[in-house]
T-cell receptor
Framework: NAGVMQNPRHLVRRRGQEARLRCSPMKGHSHVYWYRQLPEEGLKFMVYLQKENIIDESGMPKERFSAEFPKEGPSILRIQQVVRGDSAAYFC???????????FGDGTRLSIL | ELKVEQNPLFLSMQEGKNYTIYCNYSTTSDRLYWYRQDPGKSLESLFVLLSNGAVKQEGRLMASLDTKARLSTLHITAAVHDLSATYFCAVDPLEGGGADGLTFGKGTHLIIQP
């Protein structure tokens, strides 16, 4: 059973470009969470999704950030018009139910030039 | 807003010694997790603590949860170099169900020297 798969592992973008981060949850997991980690910090919750629904986006910046988890395919975290401050590691986690532990992917390290 | 505080944030210790990492949180919760992260890597789940008084042990690591004190501890016994990593506690603020993600502490950077 493959773990949570994130790609790409590393992504470099110039200011003003768009970044798309993908996450395929573990098989059988319908709950997906996105977190952001700044250097030397803990993870900060961004958004929680189930298939085709955003359940809680209280941690998402109001502008430029969006997330989706379509019926088919991976969950996508999209950052439009990236700025230097978006440089971070973005982790995806999944769980089979809301009360069971979250399993984390290897993360996408986003660097903004 | 839920706050999760870990201490110490940095810890350098010698092999063979014992030490405890503390995790305090600011709201009622009976679900707490400990994760390990190696540099540039993802988070590895160490312990899931689901009730007051829960104690779990794996090798040289033991975690406990006191929900009344809103405190969890991660105790390291006879440390070895391989345990060098960053350790995070994370609290699930769910009370009977909810939809929030985990709230993480800032992590404890642990260096174990030979």
């Amino acid at each position: 059973n493959a773990g949570v798969m994130q790609n790409p592992r590393h992504l470099v973008r110039r200011r003003g470009q768009e970044a798309r981060l993908r996450c395929s949850p573990m098989k059988g997991h319908s709950h997906v969470y996105w977190y952001r980690q700044l250097p030397e910090e803990g993870l900060k919750f961004m958004v929680y999704l189930q298939k085709e629904n955003i359940i809680d986006e209280s941690g998402m910046p109001k502008e430029r950030f969006s997330a989706e988890f379509p019926k088919e395919g991976p969950s996508i975290l999209r950052i439009q018009q990236v700025v230097r401050g978006d440089s971070a590691a973005y982790f995806c986690a999944s769980s089979p139910t809301i009360t069971q532990p979250q399993h984390f992917g290897d993360g996408t390290r986003l660097s903004i030039l | 807003e839920l706050k999760v505080e870990q201490n110490p944030l940095f810890l350098s210790m010698q092999e063979g010694k014992n030490y405890t990492i503390y995790c305090n949180y600011s709201t009622t919760s009976d679900r707490l997790y400990w994760y390990r992260q190696d540099p540039g890597k993802s988070l590895e789940s160490l312990f899931v603590l689901l009730s007051n008084g829960a104690v779990k042990q794996e090798g040289r690591l033991m975690a406990s949860l006191d929900t009344k004190a809103r405190l969890s501890t991660l105790h390291i016994t006879a440390a070895v170099h391989d345990l060098s990593a960053t350790y995070f506690c994370a609290v699930d603020p769910l009370e009977g169900g909810g939809a929030d993600g985990l709230t993480f502490g800032k992590g404890t950077h642990l260096i174990i020297q030979p």
